[in-house]
């Protein structure tokens, strides 16, 4: 546009020294203009006054045209300036990225953030369980580390102040003994545990508003795809209902009951493991306003609370435990818990296809599996040498039955709300002799009875 006004302008010059010029002519013609300088003109080529007079006229008429024209070409010439805006200098071109490095990054932006949530009190044996977990997590800004400290333990404090802005350091502002009934005062410890883990749970999810957690207690050392593992199965949470929570645990994982070979199988299970698990801001809003004053854990297995929902569980697990020294007193650690065998080898659960976990799809298939599967007695089963590698089921019909058998396979035998640890719809999947064995019950089995505890 400035441009056009520029060589409007020039045009207008033009003009107007053209028309000067013809002027100047016009006057400096012969007997164009009478005077005593030209007495002797002929009669024929002196104008008249009249027509003199016009001429002026006519001369003055188009110079006052053109001044009219070239103050509107100015005035155009100023609007369009103040209404083109002034050009911005371009920013310095930043330097290209390298394409593996940009799609790493936008990939990172995408992926949801899931902070771990470490549980702890007396034990400056946290430090075995953070330096795990700041050496195995793939990225800090996608799983931030959060340790929440009960207990007020100086020796405690001071680890977790060593890892700097490694990890963020709460602590639960209560610590004064719980009131509990009379008959329950050597439980005190269980009544602190529930209230810290209430407290921490609501700074996760009601003070800096995440979507989820991974919840870990400070006796626990993760696998090196602990990470991995919840990051795949995240989704599953989010698209499946019938799923409220995933667990890194499996209470039958002792070595020689697990099939290491086999670390990416993943399973439902109706028993809530703990111990390392995974949960949703949305299970936290049901379960927040009637969280249990004591013994969490084992509230969470009531049918109140699980309303007929899974989580889900691995093959081999995840963490391992190493707190002998706690509140329990070591309940069932010497016999299982030491014992479990924790993964040692990546699996890459976030490149595979896990949808056959949702509901509908997994009975299917499990179920088929396991009631194919051919029935044999226990005695059949102590005896085999490990040539047949195929699937076996063993059935029980009864609590005492399913008791008596699983103590002598070696599995945990205790029963919360009638609910076996790592079962699914009542079938307990296990390794015996090399070979896949289902503890399970009729084919006909409707479903559990909370008498059996």
Not at 80 to 99: D, M, N, S, Y
Not at 104 to 123: F, G, N, Q, S, W
Request: aromatic share 12%; charged share 25%; proline share 8%.
């Amino acid at each position: 546009m400035l441009k056009k006004s520029s060589l409007a302008l020039l045009g207008a010059a033009l003009f107007l020294a053209w028309n000067g010029l013809l002027l100047l002519f016009l006057w400096g013609r012969p007997g164009a203009v009478p005077g005593p300088q030209h007495p002797q003109l002929p009669p024929g080529s002196r104008l008249l006054p009249a027509q003199l007079l016009q001429l002026a006229q006519d001369a003055e008429a188009e110079l006052r045209l053109q001044r009219e024209l070239l103050l509107q070409i100015q005035q155009l010439s100023r609007s369009q300036r103040q209404k083109t805006p002034p050009k911005t200098p371009k920013p310095p071109a930043k330097t290209p990225k390298p394409p593996q490095q940009q799609e790493e990054e936008e990939e990172e932006e995408e992926e949801a953030v899931i902070p771990v949530l470490v549980l702890a009190c007396d034990r400056s044996s946290v430090r075995r369980c953070l330096d795990k977990i700041l050496r195995y997590r793939p990225s800090a800004r996608r799983f931030p580390v959060i340790v929440s400290q009960d207990c007020g333990h100086a020796e405690t404090a001071a680890v977790i102040a060593s890892y700097g802005a490694a990890v963020s350091h709460i602590r639960q502002p209560d610590l004064s003994d719980v009131p509990v009934p009379p008959e329950h005062r050597k439980f005190q410890g269980y009544y602190k545990i529930s209230r810290h883990y209430r407290w921490a749970l609501g700074q996760v999810f009601r003070t800096f508003r995440y979507r989820a957690a991974i919840v870990v207690e400070d006796d626990l050392e993760v696998a090196p795809d602990f990470f991995e593992y919840f990051q795949a199965v995240l989704p599953l949470l989010e698209e499946d209902a019938s799923l409220w929570c995933a667990s890194a645990w499996n209470d039958n994982g002792k070595e020689g009951l697990v099939d290491a070979g086999r670390a990416e199988l993943l399973y439902r299970t109706d028993f809530f493991p703990g111990l390392g698990w995974l949960l949703l801001a949305e299970l936290w809003d049901e379960l927040e306003p009637k969280w249990p004053p004591a013994f969490w854990d084992d509230w969470m297995r009531q049918p109140e609370q699980r309303r007929g929902r899974a989580c889900v569980r691995p093959e081999v697990s995840r963490t391992m435990t190493f707190g002998r020294k706690g509140v329990s007193h070591g309940q069932f650690y010497d016999q299982y818990l030491k014992f479990i065998k924790l993964n040692d080898r990546f699996v890459p659960f976030t490149q595979m296809d896990l949808s056959y976990l949702k509901k509908d799809r997994y009975e299917r298939f499990f179920l088929q599996q396991v009631y194919s599967a051919p029935e044999i007695r226990l005695e059949e089963l102590q005896k085999d040498s490990g040539r047949d590698s195929g699937p076996v089921r063993i059935q029980y019909r009864g609590r005492d039955s399913f008791k008596a058998l699983a103590k002598a396979l070696g599995l945990m035998d205790d029963l919360k709300s009638g609910v076996p640890r790592a079962g699914y719809r009542g079938v307990v999947s296990f390794v015996c002799r090399g070979r896949r064995v289902f503890l399970a019950p009729p084919s006909d089995w409707t479903g559990y009875d909370p008498s059996w505890s």
